[in-house]
């Protein structure tokens, strides 16, 4: 791997172990009633692989808040540094889907939104850019650690796939 390839094994092994510690007190815990209220979650990646190696590239974080409806759509806001330093933004729309395979800890989830903030030089690294503004759409799989704590995956189409930390409340 590139230089950050001891970053992207640290964040897997990470995410495994948390998954070890977790796996039994989730499987313990019973399931919380259907809530009939929808449900924030805030996220955190402090990590983002990417498929192709740029000199250019800088590390990606991201903090995002999300509503969660009782009918799993949902809609959020994401803040981020994109791959080249520039201050970005993802507002979006979406729906997750609960208990993937008969797993009630796994989820996958889909959003289709506007990413902002790939400008100048930039403009074309996202595709169908028009002044800042790009479509987007992200599929994600994630792992419920407990009743309100996940990590989970996302695929951020021929850039990477995003590693993230979730926290519901």
Same mark, same amino acid.
């Given at each position: 791997m590139q230089k950050h &390839? &001891?970053?992207? %094994?640290?964040?897997?092994?990470?995410?495994?172990?948390a998954g070890s510690f977790h =796996?039994?007190?989730?499987? #313990?815990?019973? /399931?919380p009633p259907l809530r009939s209220e929808a449900r924030w979650e805030l996220s955190f990646s402090p990590y983002t692989h990417h498929w192709h190696h740029?000199? /250019?590239?800088?590390?990606?974080?991201? !903090?995002?808040? /999300? %509503?969660?409806?009782?009918?799993?759509? =949902? @809609? &959020?806001?994401?803040l981020f540094n994109n791959s080249f330093g520039q201050t970005s933004g993802y507002v979006y729309y979406g %729906?997750? @889907?609960d208990g993937v395979f008969g797993q009630p800890a796994l989820y996958t989830k889909l959003s289709a939104g506007v990413i902002y903030g790939y400008r100048g *030089?930039? *403009?074309? *690294? +996202? $595709?169908?850019?028009?002044g800042g503004f790009s479509p987007a759409i992200i599929p994600a799989v994630g792992y419920r650690l407990s $009743? +309100?704590?996940? +990590? #989970?995956?996302? !695929? =951020? &189409?021929?850039a990477g796939v995003m590693f993230s930390y979730s926290r519901r409340f």
């Open positions: &390839g &001891g970053l992207h %094994r640290a964040a897997l092994a990470t995410m495994a172990l =796996l039994n007190a989730f499987a #313990q815990t019973p /399931e740029d000199d /250019e590239h800088k590390n990606v974080a991201l !903090i995002a808040v /999300e %509503r969660i409806q009782p009918d799993n759509a =949902l @809609w &959020g806001a994401a %729906r997750q @889907w *030089k930039y *403009k074309d *690294k +996202v $595709p169908y850019n028009h $009743p +309100v704590d996940a +990590v #989970q995956v996302a !695929i =951020l &189409g021929t």
